[in-house]
């Protein structure tokens, strides 16, 4: 009885840990541990290799109602491998209640992603900002800096994107429309175009985002726009603070959230999923020659049992395998709304074969 208990205990530890001594491997979908026992808290998160070491930064849910909010802040953890996570603490914390501070505590801050700027020597964290008891209707994006990788982060400032700058790939036939209204004559604007339109002069709306710095050192904000029927690719400064005001349109109508981008032989990949809140549902893939497009939709990447729902995941990172070349890890967070607290990481490597990348189920697995 005493060895048929001490079993059940070490399966439970099993299952619970991350990485166990001499056995480390993923489990999707399981309670991820850090350093100090404590259930891993970044959940639509993004990764940032710097000096030999993955900084995970994600959303800090708290428990019960009201979890998905910003109670707390930024959570950041550190590995060497990527099965051990030590806790860095809160890389940017939210401001106090009654602050009147755009990320207030109580705020929606969601997806943030941290890019280092080597001409600046900065650590760059942009994320969706939400403000306060306003629901979704914001849909700002905010940027924060820090001198060190794990913060404290800076808040900087949040807003629309790109306002009065017209997309690169924006019709003739829109913006005539757009102009002409605005000389206070009647004219028509395409249907998928209206909220490009709506929202020219007081800037786009960006929700569900992430950030992709090419080999050239540009960076990029991949974001859900036009009330979340269209997304948008838009360029940053060199200092990555700020938009340039070059950005274009892509999946025009599609409705797609949760962009995760990578690259691979000098082809641009993305990962999307369709908009249907916190629940679940099939993915999308696309291809490009170029992180601006043309981009090609390539159907959902999801292979075998529960790919029409993602395996129970929406994706929030595609992380590039330091010194393994081709090995790129999905980063999906299973959310639980009813306890936010919760949700679960599933991660699962990444095939990509024949101008295409796919994915299927694996309850375990090693690098
Ligand atoms: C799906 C998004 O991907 C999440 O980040 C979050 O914004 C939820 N929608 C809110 O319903």
């Known amino acids: 009885m005493k060895k048929l208990i001490t079993l059940c205990l070490m399966t439970t530890a099993a299952a619970v840990c991350l990485s166990c001594a001499g056995n480390k491997e993923f489990l999707p979908g399981e309670v991820w541990l850090d350093n100090n026992g ?3 808290n970044a959940h639509g998160g993004g990764m940032l290799y710097h000096d030999g070491r993955y900084y995970w930064f994600g959303e800090h849910k708290t428990e019960g109602e009201g979890g998905n909010r910003a109670n707390v802040g930024v959570h950041c953890y550190s590995s060497k491998n990527l099965y ?105 604007v395409p249907d998928n175009d209206r909220f490009l339109v709506r929202d020219f002069g007081g800037g786009q709306m960006a929700r569900d985002m992430t950030l992709f ?58 990962m999307m999923s369709g908009c249907t809140g916190w629940a679940p549902n099939a993915a999308r893939s696309a291809v490009a020659d170029d992180v601006m497009g043309e981009w090609t939709e390539l159907g959902n990447p999801c292979i075998g049992d529960d790919a029409d729902k993602t395996f ?32 679960r990481y599933i991660w699962l490597p990444v095939n990509i074969e024949d101008g295409r990348f796919t994915l299927t189920w694996q309850p375990s697995w090693k690098l």
Not at 133 to 155: C, H, I, L, Q, R
Not at 234 to 249: N, W
């Open 38 to 40: 404590v259930a891993i």
């Open 213 to 270: 710095v090419d080999d050239d050192g540009k960076a990029y904000h991949i974001y859900a726009s036009e009330e979340n029927q269209t997304l948008q690719i838009a360029e940053l400064t060199d200092d990555y603070t700020a938009h340039t005001g070059r950005y274009v349109r892509a999946f025009v109508g599609r409705s797609m959230e949760a962009p995760a981008i990578f690259k691979h032989e000098s082809k641009y990949y993305l």
């Open 312 to 343: 129970h995941s929406q994706s929030t990172y595609m992380l590039p395998v330091e010194g393994r070349d081709g090995m790129i890890i999905y980063m999906g967070d299973r959310w639980k709304p009813e306890n936010a607290i919760d949700g």
């Open 84 to 188: 051990d996570w030590r806790d860095e603490g809160i890389a940017l914390a939210v401001a106090p209640d009654g602050s009147g501070s755009p990320i207030e505590k109580g705020c929606i801050l969601e997806r943030p992603k941290v890019i280092y700027n080597a001409q600046t020597d900065k650590f760059v964290m942009w994320f969706h900002l939400e403000l306060k008891d306003k629901g979704y209707s914001a849909a700002m994006s905010g940027v924060a800096v820090s001198d060190n990788v794990t913060g404290p982060y800076e808040f900087l400032n949040a807003g629309r994107v790109n306002a009065g700058k017209w997309p690169l790939n924006v019709s003739a036939e829109t913006r005539q429309a757009a102009e002409a209204i605005a000389a206070g004559n009647a004219a028509t």
